[in-house]
């Protein structure tokens, strides 16, 4: 059911970001705002701000910020609507139920029940591993790779028998329809037709959990000495209406708490090599799932951590994944590391012999991802001239997306450094020079130009920047969860615009998409900002290049953060208090510039 903008904006109204905050985050006076340490990054001195005026909180540290829903979608993993659920709880504001399309209601009814057979499944492979007879080779052999039962309770381990119809005779007990089960991926239809068997038999069971903790989806090993019977080592499930292997990371909705404590995670190829670490004490990590790593899982890790290592194994084929893999994080503009082990290792291996500390020590040595990249490209193509060309261009490859200024200049002067390319050329390569003010201003008169020409139809009144905004992604949807990390809640200045977009974050948390339809169904309550919303989207018609107004977006996005966030600093200024720490807050301002 989809909450009412009225409600979403009481529950706005009502809650109170200091007294939310101040649960998970031990708060001071100081001057106007109140301080304390980041509870996303490791923070030593008080980083993490929160202003009750503009009822916003902020990290000068790791960049984090928002309003009280923001805030409990961080701290706790919750999605928009359980934050706005559980504050408006909080405040006593009843959330009408709004009825959903009869196509909306089915989708929703059916997500709600693959879950719920998932679960189901999950509760009878947990309790086979512990007490089924057939399950003893499978106790033995986790208790042979260290596995604990800490690690199995909290990782939720099972045991699927092996027989044709285990799982398909429980669930039938407990009533629920086989052929649920099977659109779950958990059963397969017999040839011809005549009944269902399951699809995991004599494997060990490992549940897959989404961001919010649901069981989605399952992967299975078979047991060593099993190998005879030609069947693969892993097999999971295959993508259903609730699980999407490319957005979607094995461990990272039980270890998100311990990725932000340690200040950055890891990323592993297999279930094993993270359940190895977490039995060893290393609860900062996540892994894939059979699969290579997407963009769309790299915008799950953003959510957690800003610093990462990448730990593939050792073989050539484990440093192509890892290369492959860091275009990603860097296009995200996240910081990454790479870890390469021996090429008889993977992270399994390697902490069941080194231990905890060794592994620590190696982490914190590692080379960043452009260091691997040119070090990589420099082995595989040779140091004579040809190789040069080839590593510099896979560098220049990796860097080309960063957003920053002033990181990019830093990266162009490190691939500089380590190949004996000028500088000077490697930004010819680039497009683009650093501190070339003529080159930079008429680069963003065209891209004003641009966006003008996009908005000749708009209404005098809707040709603000932040209309223009806003109705680019209502013409371009597919860009909006990109935007929703960009601080726009922190800047919008017109109440109507903060309103239609809270109103866009809100359908599309419930939807993971943004349907005209379904925002106007939405805005019923709200008859002023659904016309809005209506001549927004009909303002801005398609563009023949979003991907290029998409980055121009960007930038006005991150400078309109920067410039709100300056003036949260100057206003803590001026009301500079015997408490106020007058030299910390000017160095923050200065970062901000």
């Known amino acids: 059911m989809y909450i009412p903008e009225d409600i979403l904006q009481a529950v706005k109204e009502a809650a109170s970001i200091r007294q939310v905050v101040n649960e998970f985050v031990p708060l001071k006076k100081r001057g106007r705002n109140w301080v304390g340490l980041c509870p996303f990054h490791p923070d030593k001195d008080p980083s993490f701000s929160v202003n009750e005026d503009k009822q916003i909180f902020y990290c000068f540290g790791c960049g984090e910020g928002g309003n009280a829903i923001k805030f409990l979608m961080k701290i706790q993993g919750m999605s928009f609507v359980e934050a706005v659920r559980a504050l408006a709880s909080r405040y006593g504001i009843s959330i009408p139920e709004r009825p959903l399309s009869p196509v909306q209601r089915k989708k929703l009814e059916l997500k709600d ?48 028998p092996d027989r044709w119809d285990g799982l398909v005779n429980h669930l039938k007990e407990k009533g629920i329809k086989i052929s649920l089960a099977e659109t779950a991926g958990l059963v397969l239809q017999r040839k011809g037709g005549s009944g269902h068997y399951d699809r995991f038999r004599g494997r060990i069971m490992f549940p897959i959990r989404d961001w919010q903790g649901s069981t989605v989806a399952f992967g299975a090993r078979i047991l060593p000495g099993d190998a005879e019977k030609d069947q693969p080592k892993y097999i999971n499930s295959p993508e259903t209406p609730v699980y999407n292997k490319s957005r979607v990371l094995y461990g990272l909705y039980q270890n998100k708490s311990a990725i932000r404590k340690a200040g950055f995670g890891v990323v592993v190829e297999g279930y094993m090599d993270l359940l190895a670490l977490a039995q060893a004490g290393v609860n900062n990590a996540a892994a894939t799932l059979g699969t290579a790593l997407t963009a769309d899982h790299v915008k799950f890790l953003k959510r957690v951590s800003r610093d990462w290592v990448v730990v593939f194994d050792g073989d050539a084929a484990g440093q192509r994944a890892a290369a492959r893999a860091l275009p990603f994080f860097y296009s995200a503009g996240l910081n990454v590391r790479v870890l390469s082990l021996p090429e008889e290792d993977d992270p399994d291996t390697f902490i069941r012999r080194e231990g905890r500390d060794n592994w620590e020590k190696v982490i914190s040595q590692l080379p960043t991802g452009l260091d691997f990249i040119i070090d990589r490209g420099l082995e595989l193509h040779g140091r004579d001239t040809e190789g040069k060309i080839k590593t510099v261009e896979d560098a220049l490859a990796l860097i080309e997306p960063v957003e920053d200024a002033v990181k990019k200049s830093l990266f162009a002067a490190r691939v500089a450094q380590k190949t004996g390319v000028r500088e000077e050329s490697l930004w010819e390569r680039l497009s683009g020079r650093p501190g070339n003010t003529t080159s930079r201003n008429k680069r963003q008169k065209q891209s004003e130009k641009k966006l003008q020409d996009r908005s000749v139809s708009k209404p005098p009144n809707l040709n603000s920047a932040e209309a223009k905004l806003l109705g680019f992604l209502l013409a371009h949807p597919v860009y909006m969860e990109e935007f929703c ?49 209506m001549k927004l989207s009909c303002a801005f018609p398609p563009g023949e290049n979003p991907e290029h107004l998409s980055h121009g977006f960007k930038q006005y996005c991150s400078q309109r953060k920067k410039k709100a966030l300056r003036l949260h600093v100057l206003e803590s200024l001026k009301t500079e208090s015997e408490n106020t720490d007058a030299s910390d807050l000017l160095k923050k301002f200065q970062q901000l510039l």
């Open 485 to 533: 990390d960009y601080g726009v809640d922190l800047w919008l200045e017109h109440e109507a615009m903060r309103n239609l977009w809270d109103a866009m974050v809100n359908v599309f948390s419930q939807t993971s998409r943004l349907e005209l339809s379904t925002l106007a169904a939405a805005l019923d309550t709200m008859p002023e900002i659904k016309s809005l919303a």
């Open 113 to 160: 029940e693959l879950i719920h057979v998932n679960e189901t499944a999950a509760d009878f492979f947990s309790a086979s591993l512990d007490s089924s007879r057939d399950a003893q080779r499978a106790r033995s052999y986790l208790e042979e790779r260290g596995m604990n039962s800490s690690i199995i309770k909290a990782f939720r381990l099972g045991w699927a």
